[in-house]
C-alpha cells in the first residue's frame, strides 16, 4: 500500500466517517456524469459560468436554496463550508446541525458536509446535476476534500496559501503546505478516473489594498504546487481592485504567467482558467448601490475576458444573505452578460509590462531560496517577507508593504518592505502617487481607499 | 515611549489594527503590535517584556467588555505595570449603546482612556494631550 494510501486510510477512519468505501467511490467518479464536472464546462467554453456564493446547514435548506439557483440559470452550484468544520470541529458542527435541525434557527454560517457524509450529499448533487464548487477556508482540508469528491464535488478551492494568510493568525504555514499536497494528490488521482477535477485558489486574499504583484505571485505558486503533483484543471482567481484599467492589466499579465509558468515545469498539458470575484471588500449598505456595483463587476468581468465570476448580492452589507436574494444575484448577472456584446479590446502595454517585470522579479527570488522543493521555497519566502500580503492577520506575514491608491484608484505600492520589486518598477509605482502628504494625512488615505464603494 | 497594542479575544479584525501601528509609528512612539486575537495575559507579558509605557487594546466585534472585565484582577497580579496607561478603543459593545453609558463603565474596569467609535487620529490625539498632562503632573 502507498504511504498516501495508508495516510487516506487514517484520515478516514474518523469517528465522524460512517465507513468510507474506497471502492464504491472510485467506481461513482469513474461512472460520474460529465455535467457534474466544472472541467467539461470549462472546455466547452460557451459563456462566462456564473456561480453564486452560499451554503446552509441543514439538508433541507441546502436543498431548496440549490432549487432557486436552478430556477435562476445557474452555472455553478456552490457549496460553502461552516466555520466549526474549516477547524476541523466536526463534534460542535454535530451538536450545531442537530440544533439547526430541530429549529427554525440556523445555527452554522454553512453546510457541514463531513456530518452530513457522502451517501447523503451525494442524492443532492447528483439530483441537480450541475456541477458543485467546495468554497471553505480550511488549512487541513483532507477529510473534507475526501468526503466532498465522494459526494460528487468536482471543483476544490483554496490553498495552503490562500486560506491561511487570511483567516489564521497562528495555524502552522509548513503543516498547511503538507496537508495541502494531500490535496492535490488526491484530485489528480480521482482526475485520471474522468475527467479531471478542478482546483482553484482564492486570489481576494484579505480583499484590502492587496496590490496586482502580489496576488498575481500567489496564485501561481499555488498553481504550480497543484500542478506539480499532477492536478490537470486549474483556475487561478483574483477580486475586483477598484480601477477597471488595472483589472484589465491583471487579467492579461496572469493569463500569460500562467501560461508561461506551468511551461516552464513541463505542465503545459493542464489548462488554466480565469475566475473573476465581484467586489470583495466592504459594500455599501443602500442595496439598489450593492446591486450597481454588483452590475459593474460583471462588465469588468467581461473586459477581462474570466471563464467564470463569483457573485455578490444586494445584503452583503447587511450579513448572510436570503436565498431569494442570492438567486436575483445570478439572474442579474447572467442577464448583464447576455447583452455584453461588442466589447472593445484594452490593452495598456506599459502597465503590462511593470506588472510582468515585478511578478517575474518576485517568481525569480522565490525560486532562488536555496532550499530542495518548491514548497520549502515558498514557506521560506513568506517567512522572510519576499511574499507580504497587506493585513494579514497571520504573524508568519511581514506587514511591512504598504499601498494606497492613485488618483485613477489603481492599487500602487508606496513601501515595498522586503519585497523585491525591481527599482525601476517602484519608481513607476509611487510615481503615480501623491507622497509628499505626512504619513497621518496617508493613513487617512488609507481608510478612505479601503472603504471606496462604500 | 513604548506602547504594547493588539485586538483582544477572539476576534480578527486586523485592518484597524495596521493603522493603529501606522499612526502609532508616524507619531514617533515604539510600537509592539501583538496583532488580532490577542488574549489579556498576553497583552500584560507583553508590557513587562517591553517596559511599555501605554497599553492600547483595540475591539471590533463588540466582545470587549467580557475581557476588560477582569483587567483589574489580573493586573494587579503584576507588580511593574502599577504606572501603565491603559487605554481601549473601537466599537466596545455587541449592539448599541452611546459613549455615556459605556464610557464610565470601562473607566471603572481599569481603563485612564476609552474611544468608543471615535476617529483614529482624534483618539491618538487625545493620548498624546493625556501624556503631556501626566508628565507635567
Known amino acids: ?454 | 515611549m513604548k506602547v504594547v497594542t493588539g485586538v483582544v479575544g477572539n476576534d480578527i479584525h486586523v485592518v484597524a489594527n495596521r493603522l493603529i501601528e501606522l499612526s502609532l509609528n508616524a507619531r514617533g512612539f515604539e510600537v509592539f503590535n501583538l496583532g488580532v486575537n490577542t488574549y489579556l495575559e498576553e497583552f500584560f507579558d507583553a508590557a513587562v517584556e517591553t517596559g511599555a509605557d501605554v497599553l492600547l487594546i483595540s475591539s471590533l466585534n463588540g466582545e470587549a467588555e467580557g475581557w476588560a472585565r477582569e483587567v483589574k484582577l489580573l493586573k494587579s497580579k503584576y507588580k511593574t505595570l502599577d504606572d501603565i496607561v491603559m487605554v481601549i478603543g473601537g466599537n466596545l459593545v455587541v449592539g448599541t449603546a452611546d459613549a455615556d453609558t459605556i464610557v464610565p463603565k470601562y473607566k471603572n474596569y481599569g481603563f485612564d482612556l476609552v474611544f468608543h467609535q471615535v476617529d483614529l487620529n482624534t483618539g491618538l490625539d487625545t493620548l498624546e494631550e493625556y501624556l503631556k498632562q501626566r508628565d507635567v503632573a
Request: include cysteine.
Open chain 1, 1 to 454: 500500500m502507498s504511504l498516501l494510501q495508508e495516510e487516506r486510510e487514517i484520515i478516514l477512519s474518523n469517528e465522524y466517517v460512517d465507513s468510507f468505501d474506497f471502492a464504491e467511490v472510485e467506481e461513482f467518479v469513474r461512472g460520474a456524469d460529465k455535467e457534474l464536472f466544472i472541467s467539461h464546462h470549462f472546455a466547452q467554453n460557451k459563456k462566462m459560468l456564473v456561480q453564486p456564493r452560499g451554503g446552509f446547514p441543514t439538508y433541507k435548506k441546502q436543498f431548496a436554496l440549490n432549487e432557486f439557483f436552478v430556477n435562476a440559470n445557474v452555472d455553478v452550484l456552490p457549496l460553502t463550508i461552516d466555520s466549526n468544520t474549516r477547524l476541523n470541529d466536526y463534534a460542535t458542527a454535530k451538536k450545531m446541525l442537530r440544533l439547526s435541525e430541530e429549529s427554525e434557527q440556523d445555527m452554522l454560517n454553512g453546510y457541514p458536509l463531513v456530518n452530513h457524509g457522502y451517501r447523503t450529499t451525494r442524492k443532492m448533487i447528483t439530483h441537480f446535476n450541475k456541477p458543485v464548487s467546495l468554497r471553505h477556508g480550511t488549512p487541513d482540508a483532507r477529510l473534507l476534500i475526501e468526503t466532498a469528491i465522494a459526494s460528487g464535488i468536482f471543483e476544490i478551492e483554496g490553498g495552503p496559501i490562500t486560506y491561511l494568510l487570511p483567516y489564521s493568525k497562528n495555524f502552522p504555514l509548513d503543516k498547511a503546505f503538507l496537508y495541502w499536497k494531500y490535496v492535490e494528490r488526491v484530485c489528480a488521482n480521482y482526475s485520471k478516473l474522468n475527467l479531471p477535477i478542478n482546483r482553484e485558489s482564492f486570489g481576494p486574499l484579505t480583499a484590502t489594498l492587496v496590490p496586482p504583484a502580489i496576488t498575481i505571485v500567489i496564485q501561481l505558486l499555488e498553481m504550480l504546487l497543484s500542478l506539480e503533483e499532477g492536478v490537470k484543471s486549474f483556475s487561478v482567481s483574483f477580486s475586483q481592485t477598484g480601477s477597471m484599467n488595472q483589472d484589465i492589466v491583471m487579467g492579461a499579465v496572469i493569463k500569460k504567467m500562467a501560461k508561461y509558468y506551468a511551461k516552464e515545469i513541463g505542465c503545459e498539458d493542464a489548462v488554466v482558467n480565469l475566475v473573476y470575484h465581484q467586489w470583495m471588500g466592504a459594500f455599501p449598505t443602500n442595496k439598489d448601490f450593492a446591486e450597481s456595483l454588483i452590475n459593474t463587476s460583471t462588465v469588468i468581468a467581461a473586459m477581462v475576458g474570466a471563464n467564470k465570476i463569483i457573485t455578490k448580492t444586494r445584503e452583503e452589507a447587511s450579513g448572510i444573505p436570503t436565498k431569494e436574494a442570492n438567486a436575483k444575484t445570478v439572474a442579474n448577472t447572467q442577464y448583464t452578460l447576455g447583452i455584453l456584446n461588442g466589447l472593445p479590446n484594452i490593452v495598456d502595454e506599459e502597465e503590462e509590462e511593470n506588472l510582468t517585470l515585478e511578478v517575474k522579479a518576485i517568481m525569480e527570488a522565490v525560486f532562488n531560496d536555496e532550499a530542495d522543493t518548491l514548497w520549502r521555497k515558498v514557506f521560506n519566502s513568506i517567512k522572510n517577507g519576499t511574499i507580504d500580503v497587506p493585513f494579514s492577520p497571520h504573524i508568519i506575514n511581514h506587514n511591512e508593504m504598504i499601498t494606497i491608491r492613485d488618483a485613477n484608484k489603481n492599487i500602487r505600492i508606496i513601501n515595498r518592505g522586503g519585497v523585491p520589486i525591481p527599482d525601476r518598477c517602484f519608481l513607476y509605482e509611487k510615481s503615480k502617487c501623491d507622497l509628499t502628504k505626512d504619513t497621518t494625512s496617508i493613513v487617512n488615505d488609507i481608510i478612505h481607499d479601503i472603504g471606496i464603494m462604500q
